[in-house]
């Protein structure tokens, strides 16, 4: 039977009866209502506890960005989910992981592109550039900017309002942090790694959006993360770092721009069994792709080199 815990915390941001709640079958989900910050606005925050939850132990967190897509497919905007309670209670039953925590950080809508973009590449590039950015729409009328970039005031309400928070209520291993993520969720990924790389010990990209926008041809977003990660990679030591990508949909447009990535990691001779960067030849962008290679991710995370 599926099981829920709703923890009436902080201020609901709607009637009872106009909420859908996801469920799991594995484990528990405890859910904070508009969490409360001073950094971005209020959203959703789900805990995931794995089976057997012992606040005599303490566990690795995974803080895992898009929450509202990680664990019920009814429950979400497309019908897919990373069926992450499924997955990692699999892991954990056959020994290949240690239990661990999962933290989904709702995001914020239409905010998603502004919050997920690293801001201090943003903030490299021309001014020109910048404004032809938040200019562009996605489909319609729709800014694909709908806010100035503001990344590090989201990494900072990860970093200084929901780690606190976590850490306080939840029987945690502060020195286990890992952020997780997907398309523009893998690029605030390895950012809020570079930029923080006292407080969280790896991150996983999965299909990381590497075009910034739907530019598909002379495109110098890139080129701004690139310059970001190469003057950055000294900041880690021994961190984990996974990046991969699928040749499908939007998918794509990766391949070739994961290439020079992968390219910095070498010439900065970063720890063979730290970093690792996979293709998945056929695979598309969609959550039932990252479904299916998550654990590989997890794994990697979380197994000592």
Known sequence: MKKIILLAIFVFSGPLSAMVWPQVSDGKLERYQSFKSEHVPDRTIEVWLPPGYNKNNQYPVIYMH?????????????GQSWDLDK????????????PFIIVGIYNGGGNRHSEYFPQKPFLNMPQDLQNSLYDKTRGGENKLFQQPVYSDLYLAFIVKE????????????????Y???SSMGGLISWYGLLEYPEIFRGAAALSTHWPGDFSHQNNPIPTYFQAYIKQNLHRLNKHKIYFDFGTETLDALYPALQEPVDKIFVEH???IGYWISREFTGTNHSENAW???VDLAIRFLLNQS
């Open 66 to 78: 898009d929450g509202q897509m990680l664990f019920d497919t009814e429950r979400t905007w497309n």
């Open 87 to 98: 997955t990692v209670t699999s892991l954990i039953n056959n020994r290949q992981v240690k």
């Open 162 to 177: 929901l780690m606190p928070f976590i850490e306080k209520n939840y029987s945690v291993n502060s020195d286990a942090s």
């Open 179 to 181: 952020l997780m993520g």
């Open 269 to 271: 001779k970063y720890p």
């Open 291 to 293: 479904a299916e290679r």
